[in-house]
């Protein structure tokens, strides 16, 4: 009867240990009034396509830590999940850099979370070669993650090269639109 009884205070403890843990004060989570997504069109970076794609939040992720303004320029980042290139380039702008370090952070946080980054090339050159360059585009995100810190686990390449374009018109500016990778 008395081993009873000490169970029964024993659960109703850790019980009330676990809710007492779950809870937030106001003080973690800011007044309120930033609960956005923020802006989605990061300039020369990329446009996030409010889709969601790549940005399943988890269980893992720890803003508590972040103030305000961190937490806003996190998630516009976030939000940023297509990344664009010059005419037959592969490397990164600073600008992608600098969002690319807020996706390896959530990657690092939530090791269930994984990436497909999917590259592509615009109509100019052979099939061959845009495949090669779509793949070098996705693999320079890649790799720049995984200097990050990022498991490779996390991390898929593929290139569709000229195959999906995202705007089908001949001028510059539909070039540049197609020069992509996107964070799926």
């Not at 843990?21 to 609960?35: E, F, H, R, V």
């Not at 990050?148 to 539909?174: K, M, R, T």
């Amino acid at each position: 009867m008395r081993n009873n009884k000490f169970y029964k205070l024993s659960m109703v403890a850790a019980f009330t240990l676990f809710l007492a843990a779950c809870g937030t004060t106001t003080d973690d989570m800011g007044d309120g009034s930033d609960s956005g997504m923020g802006d989605t069109n990061s300039g020369s970076m990329g446009d996030g396509d409010n889709t969601g794609r790549g940005n399943a939040s988890g269980a893992g992720d720890n803003m508590s830590g972040l103030s305000a303004a961190q937490m806003r320029e996190r998630e516009s980042a976030l939000a940023t999940t297509v990344f664009y290139f010059d005419f037959d380039r592969s490397d990164l702008s600073s600008e992608a850099r600098e969002a690319l370090v807020h996706h390896a952070n959530r990657l690092m946080e939530n090791s269930s979370l994984r990436y497909r980054l999917e590259g592509h090339a615009d109509e100019r050159g052979t099939r061959e070669y845009n495949l090669a360059l779509g793949e070098r585009r996705a693999q320079a995100i890649e790799r720049y993650l995984q200097v990050q810190g990022v498991s490779s686990n996390q991390l898929e390449v593929i290139s569709y090269g000229e195959e999906q374009p995202i705007d089908p018109g001949s001028s510059d500016a539909a070039h540049a639109r197609n020069r992509r990778v996107e964070i799926q």
